[in-house]
């Protein structure tokens, strides 16, 4: 029972064994090519002649994997769920694959252990732009492009979306207030607009933002942007209008 294992040890060089031991007990699967799925967690080997080919490789891998990620989720909603509409799963699918969702997912797989968090693209030491969910979607691409699609099916469904994903309470969650608040607005056909309200300090790195609806300002919300200030105004108007989120046609 132990060939398996110390054949692919004697294929990859002795700092990456327990990395690739890691993969393998994540994917379930036994890599062919250690060096994939190597540089999808940024780590250079001797065929990378520098930084800038282990990102350009990392960045295929993610760039493929999103896409993998992408059919296979789909794939997994359409079949769990017979009865959903088109916009059900559409919706479904967006909270799964959404950033947030799919760092949470890859901290539960234990994958920030095991990235390389050197320079990344950003080229600020430590600072890397690598965050566990893209490095789940270069993981995805290393499995498609070493043992197929009926592996990366198998990681997907069942290494990942099975055991992580709670699926009722993801129908219950909402991926953005504001774009939420902005679809319930325009269909009552009422005019609405965001607001600056205060920029605090000199590097402008805290912002207050109202809403207003028909020139009535309904809440307020602050953050360290514009974009995440108008999302938490979004959120507290949600909640004094009460909007709330309802799937359109539900499951079985």
Same mark, same amino acid.
């Given at each position: ?7 692919? &040890? ?30 999808? #967690? ?15 490789? @990392? ?21 769990? @769920?017979?009865?959903?509409? /088109? ?15 799919? $760092?949470?997912?890859? +901290? ?5 252990? !095991? ?33 197929? !699609? $009926?592996?990366?099916? &198998? ?15 993801? /129908?219950? +969650?909402?991926?953005? @207030? ?16 965001? +607001?600056?309200?205060? /920029? ?6 805290? #912002?207050?933002?109202? &809403?207003?609806?028909? +020139?009535? /300002? ?35």
């Amino acid at each position: 029972m132990l060939q398996p294992i110390l054949r692919l &040890f004697r294929a990859v060089p002795s700092e990456h064994r327990s990395v690739m031991a890691a993969i393998r007990s994540m994917t379930g699967l036994r890599p062919n090519d250690p060096g994939i799925y190597l540089a999808a #967690f940024r780590r250079k080997v001797k065929t990378d002649a520098n930084q800038r080919s282990a990102n350009m490789r @990392y960045e295929r891998l993610e760039y493929l994997g999103d896409a993998v990620l992408g059919v296979l989720m789909a794939e997994y909603l359409y079949e769990k @769920y017979p009865n959903g509409d /088109e916009g059900y799963l559409t919706s479904m699918r967006s909270k799964v694959v959404s950033r947030k969702a799919l $760092n949470r997912i890859a +901290e539960k797989m234990g994958i920030p252990q !095991w990235m390389d968090m050197g320079r990344g693209r950003s080229g600020r030491q430590g600072q890397t732009s690598s965050v566990p969910g893209n490095t789940l979607e270069a993981l995805v691409g290393a499995v498609y492009i070493d043992r197929g !699609w $009926n592996a990366a099916r &198998f990681f997907v469904h069942r290494r990942m979306l099975d055991p992580y994903v709670n699926f009722d309470k993801v /129908e219950t +969650e909402v991926i953005s @207030y504001k774009s939420l608040l902005i679809e319930h607005i325009q269909k009552q056909r009422k005019a609405f607009r965001f +607001e600056v309200i205060d /920029e605090d300090g000199k590097d402008r790195n805290r #912002f207050s933002v109202a &809403f207003f609806v028909d +020139e009535v /300002e309904v809440a307020t919300g602050s953050g360290q942007s514009k974009k995440s200030a108008e999302e938490a105004a979004s959120r507290a108007a949600a909640k004094a209008l009460k909007i709330g989120s309802s799937p359109r046609t539900r499951r079985r």
